[in-house]
């Protein structure tokens, strides 16, 4: 049985007159790779910034695992398990990989507070800091400046920043956005190991096509604030609507 | 090695301070007494500018909060020095939680013009509260009754009283900047954005980060007024909390000892281009300008650049 990991209710969003979201009701289900897509000012954007709390919405309701999280601050959704990367690379660019990898996991074992006692004795912290930088194949850079990385480093380290909260939900906004094809491939890989690992349900949001068809269990399609189509790859492929308003050329050839 | 070289730094410094208590002079003495003030003035203070990226013109509402906080205690409560202390410095802390409740919402420009206007609010208060804070003339008569039994009316007495909470404060500092919290302020410092996705309350950890230095401010304020015997309202003005930032950016931002090394340059440049000519201000404005232009990181970051580009080279020499 599949078992839905977050719900959103009439969810609904407008800039003046530019509605971004109309009431929009999905659900993202655990363990499946979702793939958002739509044209360029579809409500992509504007949706991830709703759902994981940098913008609020007009109107309507969201749930993660049968818990409201609608009004709750962003910091709070990420402790309840939900957590997003960017389009652009968003680290900390003057600390170390170690360190960037360090705050979000302080974050979520609540010792950030801890004012007095010693960084370097949380062995606890350090361990785990360490699982998430090999899991990644960084644990080489582990005390390097963030901004020596290559980009493509660079981004995997931002996945890093997300994955050490150990979300139950990861929102990933164009993650390959700017990489070259072997970081790419590589990129692609490590999501698909990790979300074969059941821990962690990934939702993507991406342009590039070829990766959408073949990392996703299921596409929805965003059009002017409405959700279009939705369902495997195959039938999006397939959807008449879809064709016309986005895939256009690129399918049809 | 490595790891002990702070305690030997730290021992290295108190025994240095009290040689200074020891052998040294009145006028030095006091010259001392004055670096180490602004010295924990501005350690505290970097807390906020240096860590948590946030640049505070208001921080003389917070050192003037301890100087009349404990001035007032010691005038109509208790005379007891330690307990005044502790009244000023409790005293700042909740000026600080007030304002920097407001305060920390925002960031950059609107964060200092707040703290700006908050600052000129209070010196604007203790300016007309003329029955409380004795207005332009300031508190005076405040005496200095036995620390912990010892007598401390005598300057070279309580330069001891100055020197352990400067030395107090050089440890807490020291024990935050290397605490999860010190991290978690510079991830805030380096992308706030990506820190609240951190699963971390940006706001809360500001505010903190902003009454812990408004706390080290209330200390200096509360030591300041027993070392002058009164106080003084300028010490609440706008022009006051622009020291700290002066010498957090001579001494280095980004440094621990940044601001201890600051205070020094700052008191006594002041004290000898003050011997010489009545503009002070001219002629250490030119210095600060070559300070900022020349040293970027100010005199400790510099040194430390070097101290690593002259590291790499020797190494490099060492293996070919």
Same mark, same amino acid.
């Given at each position: 049985?599949? *078992? =839905?990991?977050? +719900?959103? %209710? ?10 971004? !979201? ?9 363990? $499946?790779?979702? &793939? ?5 000012? !579809?409500?992509? &954007? ?5 759902? &994981?709390?940098?913008?609020? !919405? ?9 818990? %409201? ?15 997003? *990367?960017? $389009? ?13 990898? $360090? ?8 010792? !950030? ?30 005390? *390097? ?20 909260? +150990?979300? +139950? ?25 990790? =979300? ?17 068809? &073949? ?21 999006? +492929? ?16 | ?26 006028? /030095? ?63 700042? /802390?909740? @000026?600080?939680? @007030?304002?920097?409740?407001?305060? /920390? ?52 007495? #309580? ?104 205070? @020094?340059?700052? /008191? ?45 080279? #020797? ?6």
């Amino acid at each position: 049985m599949i *078992s =839905s990991l977050l +719900k959103v %209710e009439n969810l609904s969003k407008a800039f003046g007159r530019v509605v971004t !979201a109309d009431r929009l009701n999905f659900e993202i289900h655990a363990g $499946q790779i979702t &793939s958002i897509i739509g044209p360029n000012g !579809a409500g992509k &954007s504007t949706l991830i910034n709703i759902l &994981s709390g940098t913008l609020p !919405a007009d109107a309507g309701r969201i749930f993660l695992q049968g818990r %409201e999280i609608t009004g709750l601050p962003t910091h709070r959704r990420v402790q309840l398990g939900l957590c997003r *990367s960017f $389009q652009v690379v968003n680290v900390f660019p003057e600390l170390t990989v170690f360190e960037n990898i $360090q705050i979000p996991v302080l974050g979520i074992v609540r010792k !950030a507070h801890h004012v007095f006692r010693a960084l370097h004795g949380e062995t606890g912290v350090a361990d785990r800091v360490m699982e998430v930088l090999e899991e990644l194949n960084l644990d080489e850079r582990a005390q *390097s400046p963030a901004t020596e990385l290559s980009h493509g480093d660079q981004r995997l380290l931002e996945i890093g920043i997300a994955l050490a909260v +150990k979300p +139950k939900l990861l929102f990933l906004d164009e993650p390959t956005a700017g990489m070259n094809p072997v970081e790419r491939v590589e990129t692609l890989e490590t999501i698909r190991r990790l =979300s074969a690992t059941g821990r962690t349900t990934f939702v993507i949001v991406e342009h590039d096509m070829d990766i959408v068809f &073949s990392l996703s269990d299921r596409v929805l399609v965003l059009h002017r604030g409405d959700i279009i189509c939705d369902g495997t790859p195959e039938t999006v +492929k397939n959807d008449k609507q879809t064709r016309e308003c986005y895939l256009g050329e690129e399918v049809m050839e | 090695m490595g790891r002990y070289l702070p305690y030997l730094a730290f021992g290295l410094l108190a025994l240095g301070l009290a040689c200074i208590g020891l052998f040294a002079d009145r006028f /030095v003495l006091y010259l001392t007494m004055r670096v180490m003030l602004l010295s924990i003035f501005a350690l505290g203070y970097n807390i906020l500018l240096g860590r948590t990226g946030l640049l505070s013109f208001g921080h003389a509402a917070f050192y003037a909060a301890g100087s009349y906080g404990m001035a007032l205690f010691y005038l109509h409560i208790n005379p007891d020095p330690l307990m005044g202390i502790l009244a000023g410095v409790v005293l700042a /802390v909740l @000026v600080a939680l @007030v304002i920097g409740f407001f305060c /920390v919402r925002h960031t950059e420009i609107y964060f200092a013009m707040l703290t700006l206007a908050f600052g000129m609010m209070v010196f604007s208060l203790i300016w007309n509260l003329r029955d409380i804070t004795g207005g332009d003339d300031g508190l005076v008569g405040i005496g200095r009754n036995p620390f912990l039994g010892f007598s401390i009316a005598k300057d070279s007495r #309580f330069y001891f009283v100055v020197m352990f909470f400067f030395m107090l404060t050089v440890w807490v500092i020291h024990r935050i900047r290397s605490s999860a919290f010190g991290l978690v302020l510079a991830g805030i410092r380096e992308n706030h954005q990506r820190a609240s996705f951190a699963g971390i309350s940006i706001k809360r950890y500001r505010l903190a980060a902003f009454v812990i230095s408004g706390a080290f401010a209330g200390l200096a304020g509360s030591l300041g007024a027993m070392l002058e015997r009164n106080t003084d309202p300028f010490s609440a003005h706008w022009t006051h909390s622009a020291e700290p930032v002066l010498v957090s950016l001579i001494g280095g931002l980004q440094t621990f000892s940044g601001p201890i090394v600051g205070s @020094v340059v700052f /008191v006594v440049l002041r004290e000898i281009i003050e011997r010489f000519t009545q503009n002070w201000m001219l002629w250490f404005g030119l210095i600060l300008l070559v300070i900022i232009m020349g040293f970027r990181g100010g005199a400790m970051g510099s040194a430390e650049r070097y101290l690593v580009r002259y590291g790499t080279k #020797f190494r490099e020499e060492g293996s070919s």
